[in-house]
Structures are given as structure tokens and as C-alpha cells.
């Protein structure tokens, strides 16, 4: 099993819509928690961090619940732009080197 | 601004080569980490160097090495090269949370795609 999970979808989103998607972890030393958005070959690219009360930035919306260890990501009025697969990575916490753990990705195709 | 760069984007090698890959943080970050990413599949941590120190290690096999430099940038260096090491190698840095306000964010280098033949 892995680490940290994902619904790989893809989810078809038409444009404007909301989209929301979840992942778990199964690490309970887990300290912090991203989400990164990665086009395809290209390189990941934060998108946000994910903090325990829950933070916006835009259109995005991320949440964590510690206590059943998910972490979820919710996109408002989605554009085209937004179609990418969503990575969701946690990482205990280090002073430096800490390695990222991904998720699988979760794929999000926007449509007109 | 700067961001992390990797040399070569490409690289075409045959099966029992070696390779060398490169990465030069953003400025001022102290660490740096390599990631391997296969198709179809999320990236995988190899190895990190905090401060010209190996910091932690992952799935790296052991044909593989790194290092980081006095300036530090790294290297990773690929030997007996096999099939299955074709895949994108990402190469992330960030600087250490002991920086004062640094929050040790990782920012990915474009990669570089190595194709074994």
C-alpha cells in the first residue's frame, strides 16, 4: 500500500465548474503537507501548502484533517488552465533534506 | 527569478554507460534533493544533501551516487546504466527552515529525461 494515496480520475470538469478531490496518508508523523500541480513532462509545481485550519488562495481551497489523516484540495470556477494532475505530497518534518512523498496524482481535464 | 536548472534536458545513453546529471539551486538555497519520476508513475525520492552533506536517502540504487558541492550545486552520477533507469530526474532546492522564516519548500528543476537504449 502506498504511503500516501490518491483517486487517480481523471475528473471531467466542465469549465466554471467545482471540482474537489481527496487524499490519505498513512504516515501519523506526517508534519507537512502540499499540494503540486505537474503538466504533462513537465516539472512539479507547488501549488499550496495545506495547513490544519485550512487555507484559500484564489480559486483553491485546501483542507487537512489529522485525525483521519486526508487532505483534500477543492478547485472554484475552473478554467482550462487548471487541467493538470494534482499531486498531494506530505513530508515529516526535518530542518533540511526532508524527502517529499507524493501521491499518485489526481488527473483533472477542464472542459469548454 | 531564478530558478533551478538542470543540464542536460536530454540525454541518450545505451545500456552499461554511465551518465552524469547536474542541478544548480536557486540561489542561496542550501539543499538540494533528486527525484526520479518513471512513466506513468509520481516522483521518487533518491537522495538529499543539506550543506555539502548527504542528508537522506531513498530508493537509489547503488550504482548511482551524488554529491554536492563547495557552490552547491550536484551531481548525480549514473553507472551500468540499465533499461529501466530511463525516466525523468528531477533535481529540487529549498532553503533549510534553519534560516529564519525559510519554510524548507521544495522548488523542482525542469528535469532531465534520460532515454537507455
Known amino acids: 500500500r502506498k504511503e500516501v494515496e490518491q483517486d487517480p480520475g481523471p475528473f471531467n470538469v466542465p469549465e466554471g465548474a467545482t471540482v474537489a478531490f481527496n487524499c490519505t496518508y498513512s504516515?501519523?508523523?506526517?508534519?507537512?503537507f502540499f499540494w503540486y500541480r505537474q503538466d504533462c513532462r513537465k516539472e512539479p509545481k507547488l501549488l499550496m501548502s495545506v495547513y490544519s485550519s485550512g487555507n484559500e488562495d484564489g480559486r483553491f481551497t485546501a483542507q487537512l484533517n489529522r485525525a483521519s489523516q486526508y487532505i483534500s484540495l477543492l478547485i472554484r470556477d475552473s478554467k482550462l488552465s487548471d487541467s493538470a494532475t494534482y499531486l498531494c505530497v506530505v513530508t515529516s518534518f526535518k530542518a533540511a533534506g526532508n524527502k517529499l512523498t507524493f501521491g499518485g496524482g489526481t488527473r483533472v481535464l477542464v472542459k469548454p | 527569478a531564478a530558478g533551478v536548472i538542470q543540464s542536460p534536458r536530454h540525454l541518450i545513453k545505451e545500456k552499461r554507460e554511465t551518465a552524469t546529471l547536474k542541478c544548480y539551486p536557486i540561489p542561496r538555497h542550501d539543499t538540494v534533493y533528486w527525484y526520479q519520476q518513471g512513466p506513468g508513475q509520481d516522483p521518487q525520492f533518491l537522495i538529499s544533501f543539506y550543506e555539502k552533506m548527504q542528508s537522506d536517502k531513498g530508493s537509489i540504487p547503488d550504482r548511482f551516487s551524488a554529491q554536492q558541492f563547495s557552490d552547491y550545486h550536484s551531481e548525480l552520477n549514473m553507472s551500468s546504466l540499465e533499461l529501466g533507469d530511463s525516466a525523468l530526474y528531477f533535481c529540487?532546492?529549498?532553503?533549510?527552515?534553519?534560516?529564519?522564516?525559510?519554510?524548507?519548500?521544495?522548488?523542482f528543476g525542469a528535469g532531465t529525461r534520460l532515454s537507455v537504449l
Open positions: 504516515n501519523s508523523a506526517s508534519q507537512s
Open positions: 529540487a532546492s529549498s532553503l533549510s527552515s534553519k534560516h529564519k522564516g525559510a519554510k524548507n519548500i521544495q522548488y
